[in-house]
């Protein structure tokens, strides 16, 4: 394909440099993108008089035609063109000649390039965001299900305080909703500042009309600076961070349904159509799902740290480098979308399996911050009482009991202040149901979470 820029030039582009230049491989999914950019900015020429009312008309109607070609499948990608925007603008002129050449006039490659990802960007993220409140959703119901399975808590992975299954896995409904939040924010921030008509860095002589099209391609404002509207992709990294920080929110909870699958724990099952067995070992269960999920979130870090690198020092304004933000961001985008979409059935389907985790509960001294806090009802200062309860936890150990089984005459020995009610005091029902503060682990403070998560999902 010729080049729209050979005229400066003697020889042509050699053949090898011309692939490593192109990026139409990876930049022509933003064809629709380019396309609406296109039709709006030659609305806003025809408008303000640059071109003609019939080469506005002649150029909406080639690109459109050009837009259902590509849907049809009619009109495939020229992999030899140099990128999207080219392949577009020649496809157009191939089809309605010279007014096809009218309109790139009032902008540039950079403009327009940096139109077209945002653009790109909002929708995907429209996706995104959909995909987000189906798991938030899944977790919902999970802990709707499950208001009455009692675990033990963990903190340092040792068991710490009976909490309920509901109350562990609505955690992350609240992380998930802060990455839904974090997200709708960057793409407002991104749609409040259209590039378009920044041209290549300097603006243009001709009196165009930003607004119109910042407002017709759904922007809430345009770019005050054009030097800035070509230059930053800062929209692009707050976007791959946020991706960031939601794969690790996914990846936390991958690494617990993995070791809840365990043999050690067996606290869920995952639906045999969310697992995977071994070459092998004929016995295993794997929860591969979850673990690439893990695995993947590596790989959006490392789109981040590519990208965040790639930008570090340019000078302004537009330079090619640019131009590897696309498979950064893509590729992030890409794998945020896969992972949301097998984690909200893989959750959907997951099997709760509460007798296990109730038995789990009951082995490891979890009520002892309770034992505690009996004594602290009864008038012990707290340390004190902390005390007391370490050494019985230890006699325990020492002598084979637990909690619940060391008989009331052991208990007296270490305190008078024990008496009979103790046991009930310290029975896992207890420590769940009398925890009343605000967001603990108590049957009342679960329900207004879910209510919580539920108004969220309905608004
Ligand atoms: N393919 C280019 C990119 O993705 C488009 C912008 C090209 N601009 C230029 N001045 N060469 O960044």
Redesign the pocket.
């Known amino acids: 394909m010729d080049k729209m820029w050979a005229g400066r030039f003697e020889k042509a582009l050699n053949k090898e440099a011309d692939d490593f230049n192109s990026?139409i491989h990876f930049?022509s999914r933003m064809y629709k993108q380019d396309i609406t950019g296109s039709i709006v900015h030659a609305k806003m020429l025809g408008d303000k008089g640059i071109i003609t009312e019939d080469e506005k008309a002649q150029i909406i109607n080639g690109l459109g035609g050009i837009l259902e070609d590509i849907e049809s499948g009619k009109l495939s990608f020229d992999m030899d063109a140099?990128?999207i925007?080219m392949f577009i603008e020649s496809e157009l002129t191939k089809r309605i000649g010279d007014a096809g050449k009218r309109l790139h006039t009032a902008r540039?490659?950079?403009d327009?390039?940096a139109l077209d990802i945002r653009l790109y960007l909002a929708s995907e993220c429209e996706e995104i965001g959909g995909l987000l409140l189906k798991l938030i959703e899944a977790i919902k119901d999970k802990a709707n299900e499950n208001t009455d399975a009692i675990m033990p808590g963990y903190t340092h992975l040792q068991r710490a305080q009976p909490i309920t299954f509901a109350h562990h896995i609505l955690t992350y409904a609240f992380m998930l909703k802060r990455d839904f939040d974090r997200i709708n924010d960057a793409v407002g921030r991104m749609l409040s500042q259209c590039p378009i008509g920044s041209c290549?860095l300097a603006g243009t002589t001709y009196d165009t009309d930003r607004r119109f099209e910042a407002e017709h391609l759904g922007f809430t404002g345009i770019a005050l600076n054009s030097i800035d509207g070509v230059s930053d992709r800062d929209f692009c990294l707050e976007l791959i961070s946020d991706f960031s920080i939601l794969m690790m929110h996914l990846s936390r909870f991958s690494e617990e349904i993995i070791l809840w699958s365990s043999w050690e724990f067996k606290f869920v099952e995952l639906d045999d159509s969310y697992t995977t067995g071994s070459s092998i070992m004929p016995q295993k269960k794997n929860s591969d799902m979850a673990e690439l999920v893990r695995g993947k979130t590596g790989r959006v870090y490392g789109d981040l740290m590519a990208l965040l690198t790639t930008l570090k020092g340019l000078p302004l304004a537009?330079n090619?480098d640019?131009?590897e933000?696309?498979e950064a961001i893509f590729d992030a985008v890409d794998t945020v979308k896969k992972c949301l979409s097998i984690f909200a059935p893989m959750v959907a389907t997951m099997k709760v399996l509460k007798g296990n985790m109730y038995k789990a509960a009951g082995e490891g001294f979890i009520n002892a911050t309770d034992l505690a806090d009996y004594l602290v009802k009864k008038g012990m200062p707290f340390r004190t009482a902390y005390k007391h309860v370490g050494e019985i936890v230890g006699y325990c150990i020492k002598n084979g009991f637990v909690l619940e089984n060391l008989p009331l005459e052991k208990y007296k020995e270490f305190d008078p202040l024990f008496d009979e009610d103790l046991y009930e005091e310290i029975s896992l029902e207890t420590c769940v149901n009398k925890r009343i503060s605000a967001g603990s682990t108590g049957p009342q403070s679960v329900k207004k979470q879910i209510e919580y998560i539920t108004e969220f999902l309905n608004k």
């Open positions: 990026s930049d140099e990128d925007h540039s490659r950079n327009q390039v290549a537009y090619k640019m131009q933000d696309k």
